[in-house]
């Protein structure tokens, strides 16, 4: 079975500063990994998605990601964080089967001024 | 593109009535569509993929006579919560995939009161 951990609930980064959101997944071949981001009331907005070839994927609004297999690992990176950026974060992975995604339990992002 | 439209974006019925969320693909045709459950603070929880033109696969637990999917069209799926109880009140998410690829893109969400 598929599974995704996000070991942090919480983060509190200031803006301006760097920021990596920690993602780690359990599936028994290649994954196909997902970062979204919700902001509160609405839907999740797809960050970026790794599939195949280089593991270091670019998103949208400056984000990016890096596929780790040894340490089964897809962390979300951000070199200069904005305030427009807090938001919960959902990692997704989705096997090639059946195709559902299963989603980590969030880290909600917060940023001081 | 890939824009994924819900209607009504927040509801409130009165126990025991039956409500309908609408999940529109507008600049895509999608043969798969999945609908969600967020309780506040919390992650999504997959409630059933919508296959059009077949019978939707629910996920052990939910009640499958409670929470009634259709997928008639290509761009359209309707969740129908029957006989709505207070416990149902909760943020219901759609998504949809687009043909051949893994990515989901979701819908705004409905936000469900039930009295």
């Known amino acids: 079975a598929q599974s995704v951990t996000q070991p942090d609930i919480h983060i509190t980064v200031s803006e301006g500063a760097s920021l990596e959101l920690r993602c780690n997944y359990s599936y028994g071949a290649t994954p196909y990994l997902f970062w979204y981001v919700q902001s509160p009331g609405q839907g999740l907005q797809l960050l970026l998605k790794y599939f195949s070839g280089d593991t270091l994927v670019q998103g949208i609004k400056g984000f990016e990601a890096e596929f780790k297999r040894s340490q089964s690992s897809f962390n979300l990176r951000k070199p200069s964080v904005h305030w427009s950026d807090a938001a919960e974060y959902f990692c997704?992975?989705?096997?090639?089967?059946?195709?559902?995604?299963?989603f980590g339990d969030g880290t909600t992002l917060t940023v001081k001024p | 593109g890939a824009v994924v439209s819900q209607h009504p974006s927040w509801v409130i019925c009165k126990s025991g009535t039956s409500v309908k969320i609408e999940c529109r693909s507008l600049d895509f045709q999608a043969t798969t569509m999945f609908w969600y459950r967020q309780f506040p603070k919390q992650s999504l929880m997959l409630m059933a993929t919508s296959n059009e033109g077949s019978k939707a696969t629910y996920e052990q637990g939910v009640e499958k006579d409670k929470f009634l999917i259709n997928h008639a069209s290509l761009t359209l799926s309707t969740l129908t919560v029957t006989s709505a109880h207070p416990e149902d009140s909760s943020f219901y998410i759609c998504?949809?995939?687009?043909?051949?690829?893994?990515?989901?893109?979701f819908g705004p969400g409905t936000r469900l009161t039930v009295t």
């Open positions: 997704a992975v989705a096997g090639t089967n059946a195709g559902k995604s299963t």
């Open positions: 998504s949809a995939r687009v043909p051949g690829g893994h990515e989901q893109y």
